[in-house]
């Protein structure tokens, strides 16, 4: 007999009645939450004399291989920057692990599966994949996880240490593991991971990290931004077992893993998230549509994938849909004098009303150099986004958004004009390479002051 | 935090911490677990308590919620299976608690976010709205999570005594 949705809603609802039944809480609740508040007060207080509290996130993002590097100082990126290992080192100096690591028949044939096709006609200009001899090839890991079989190849291409990750069914034969997304190259001290479900629609999302015995890992789970733009944030430590972490996560994930190797030091690494798991089911590496709001007329300037793509990592940070949060390009044009770096401005608006916004600048002439993406604290209710007065300094060059204006006049701390840039619809970028620009002061048409802002810096 | 504050604290925690707990319990189907996510929840509430505008319940619900969606799933196996005996009462025969109990353990066998979701909308009667504005996603995903929900429910319900899905890859 099948049972009807309106009985197991009457089912569910009768649990609060069962509920109802618990004993109350402790009496003393309020004073155990108080000291539990104090002891993690002293706790972090210790960690910040350590020297442990990070203040700016800076992420690269390559264009291709839909990856994040996580980390400071390795910067992978898909083409010819990578350090090259002297020998055998980090993960590909070790023995395989995994559950299939002594099936050497098995893992003799996933080394000489293809890396390919790569549809390069996907990828931006200057893109390379690696591809490495199969003579050079090894398996790092290789076994079953939730989402089913998975194996993680390395390779060593001209001076790069390459990896690809395969995927198949659970107790999977090696003609019929896939390629999970497009190959990428690490730094030989890397960690590599990767986020995998077996549909965009899934609940949850396999997490594989392959790191080196010893390390440890924590992650940072959905932040909540308040109101009054605190964040706040969830970092939950993961089992590193030999070095391999394979752990189930809720989704959106929110991409901020953090491995630590001897010393505590952070190491570099990548993260990525395979084909069929990515919403839109975009294929080898090319990110997943966000519909970004383009108020302005802008989005002709700028590269949409990867804003697309950059979005989506911000709105997964916080759990949040694109249709819910928003993200709006708020202004776009090249920065600096000599006009080689281009910069985008973009921002989101959080369930509770604060806003917050982000800056990408990149090459147009080199995409194989990757993204910068600074991100800037979140502002309190207060302001709708397109309503502030949003003034972000970057190298040499100022990009301004302003809910209406013709011209951005920047100021120092004693009022005086250093500069005025040119406003098309409340938004525009100019030269600004003054260290004492404090604030901008926003005028219509007719002379007349709309607003002010102060100047933030990126990087700071 | 200054003596008012701190008394409005203590009166909130005396007033509405019980209607946590039961919240809590039914996120989480262990009582100990419930009051350490309720206490989570408090201590996040505390530290800004003087910042939270309006009525700090829906604001200290959201976190409790957020916290059991996220944080609970990220439990190895081996801390799941290590969870204390539940202090539930044994069924003691009665149709209607036999079919509690069983409703409370295939609940709990659902991914934590869709369990917040049937959770929310059914114990807590919530709207989708504020269903989805209260776990930060959409109402689409509210919509689906519990068309799913029920679909695991009727499954598991219907193939006898549930079987516990263990965190793990």
């Not at chain 1, 989005?299 to 819910?324: P, Q």
């Not at chain 1, 098309?424 to 003054?434: E, H, V, W």
């Not at chain 2, 530290?47 to 059991?68: E, M």
Request: with cysteine.
């Amino acid at each position: 007999m099948t049972i009807s949705d309106t009985e197991l809603e009457a089912g569910l609802r009768s649990l609060r009645a069962r509920a109802d039944e618990i004993p109350p809480p402790p009496s003393d609740l309020a004073r155990r939450t108080r000291e539990r508040y104090r002891a993690q007060r002293r706790s972090r207080a210790a960690l910040a004399a350590g020297g442990l509290v990070a203040l700016v996130v800076l992420v690269g993002v390559p264009v291709a291989a839909s990856t994040i590097l996580t980390g400071e100082g390795q910067t992978a990126t898909p083409s010819g920057h990578t350090s090259t290992p002297a020998t055998r080192t980090g993960l590909y100096g070790l023995p395989t692990r995994g559950d299939l690591a002594d099936d050497e028949e098995w893992l003799a044939a996933v080394t000489a599966l293809d890396w390919g096709p790569v549809d390069t006609s996907l990828l931006p200009a200057g893109m390379e994949v690696p591809d490495p001899s199969v003579g050079s090839r090894r398996v790092a890991f290789a076994g079953d996880v939730a989402s089913g079989r998975v194996a993680l190849v390395l390779g060593m291409d001209g001076r790069n240490l390459g990896f690809a990750w395969f995927l198949g069914p659970e107790d999977a034969e090696p003609d019929e593991m896939a390629l999970a997304t497009m190959p990428g190259v690490v730094g030989a001290d890397g960690f590599l991971g990767l986020v995998d479900a077996p549909s965009p629609d899934a609940l949850e999302q396999s997490l594989i990290v392959v790191a080196t015995p010893g390390d440890t890992m924590t992650w940072k789970g959905p932040s909540i931004v308040s109101a009054s733009g605190e964040v706040d944030e969830q970092t939950v430590p993961l089992d590193l077992d030999d070095g391999i972490g394979t752990h189930e996560v809720s989704v959106p994930f929110t991409w901020d893993v953090d491995v630590r190797g001897p010393g505590n030091q952070r190491r570099g690494g990548s993260l990525t998230d395979s084909d069929r798991s990515r919403p839109g089911g975009s294929a080898q590496g090319i990110p997943a549509d966000v519909a970004i709001a383009d108020p302005r007329g802008l989005a002709t300037m700028t590269v949409r994938d990867n804003a697309a793509y950059i979005a989506r990592s911000v709105l997964d940070e916080y759990a949040l849909g694109a249709a819910d949060a928003q993200p709006t390009l708020l202004a776009a044009g090249p920065l600096g004098v000599r006009g080689d770096m281009f910069g985008e401005l973009y921002g989101l608006t959080h369930l509770s009303g604060a806003t917050e916004v982000w800056l990408t600048t990149y090459v147009p002439s080199r995409p194989d150099s990757g993204f910068q993406i600074s991100r800037f604290p979140p502002a309190p209710v207060g302001q709708a986004l397109m309503d502030r007065v949003i003034a972000v300094s970057a190298e040499s060059c100022l990009l301004v958004s302003a809910p209406e204006g013709v011209q951005a006049q920047v100021l120092d701390r004693a009022g005086v004009v250093l500069t005025t840039i040119p406003l098309t619809q409340g938004a525009g970028a100019g030269p600004m390479n003054d260290p004492n620009a404090s604030k901008v002061r926003v005028l219509d048409a007719a002379g007349s002051v709309v607003g002010e802002g102060p100047v933030t810096r990126a990087g700071e | 935090m200054g003596a008012k504050d701190e008394a409005a604290f203590e009166a909130f925690v005396a007033a509405r911490s019980g209607d946590l707990l039961r919240t809590a319990v039914l996120l989480t189907r262990d009582r100990g677990h419930a009051e350490d996510l309720l206490q989570t929840a408090l201590v996040k509430a505390y530290r800004r308590w003087n910042r939270i505008g309006g009525d700090p319940y829906p604001y200290v619900r959201r976190v409790l919620v957020t916290t059991a969606a996220s944080w609970r799933r990220l439990r190895t196996t081996q801390e799941i299976v290590a969870l204390p005996a539940h202090e539930y009462a044994t069924p003691d025969g009665t149709d209607v608690v036999d079919e509690r109990q069983r409703m409370t353990d295939v609940l709990a066998t659902l991914p934590p976010r869709m369990r917040a979701v049937l959770v929310l909308r059914y114990t807590e009667d919530l709207s989708e709205a504020d269903t989805a504005e209260l776990l930060g996603c959409s109402v689409h995903t509210v919509r689906s999570q519990t068309v799913r929900g029920l679909a695991r429910l009727r499954a598991l319900l219907g193939a006898g005594a549930p079987s516990i899905v263990l965190e793990e890859c």
